[in-house]
């Protein structure tokens, strides 16, 4: 876990479409299955689409795409540069919060069955795996967080 010296100093910021090309390489390290350019504008034109990262000193060091339904938010997509800082743990609580400011009645999150790390992560986070989802890929791990939940 990341100590309090490390969220000093950053920031997290609506996406400005300067944050694309850290974000596109940021997720080509981090995912099997990357997005390019391509893949991030046509989930940034959805209206219902948040985009978040967190800077520190300019520099870009991850992000996260939610969707807003209309009880609940659902986390498209998240990823840091540098793990087991901290950075992570901060995008996710500024969804948890803008969920409740939302009046969102929980948070979503869906996980490839073989991303044992994610699955810790967000364990170690408050949510906890409620379904498994059949894909064309494998399955995937439904993961919530109950509003009022740690």
Not at 85 to 98: A, I, S, T
């Given at each position: 876990m990341g100590s309090i010296l490390q969220c000093i100093g950053t920031l997290i910021r609506e996406f400005d479409i300067n944050d694309l090309r850290p974000m596109v390489c940021i997720d080509r390290d981090a995912f099997k299955d990357p997005w390019d350019e391509r893949d991030f504008i046509k989930r940034l034109k959805r209206q219902q689409i948040i985009a978040t990262v967190i800077e520190r000193k300019g520099a870009i060091l991850?992000?996260?795409?939610?969707?807003?339904?209309?009880?609940?938010?659902?986390i498209r997509r998240m990823a840091v540069y540098v793990?087991?800082?901290?950075?992570?743990?901060?995008?996710?609580?500024?969804?948890?919060?803008?969920?409740?400011?939302n009046s969102k009645t929980f948070l979503d999150c869906r996980v490839p069955e073989e991303n044992l790390e994610a699955q810790l992560f967000l364990a170690a986070?408050?949510?906890t795996a409620i379904d498994v989802i059949p894909t064309d890929d494998g399955s995937q791990y439904l993961f919530r967080h109950l509003r009022g939940q740690r």
């Open positions: 991850g992000y996260c795409l939610y969707e807003q339904f209309s009880g609940y938010n659902l793990k087991h800082c901290g950075y992570g743990r901060q995008l996710l609580n500024d969804v948890k919060r803008q969920s409740i400011k986070n408050g949510f």
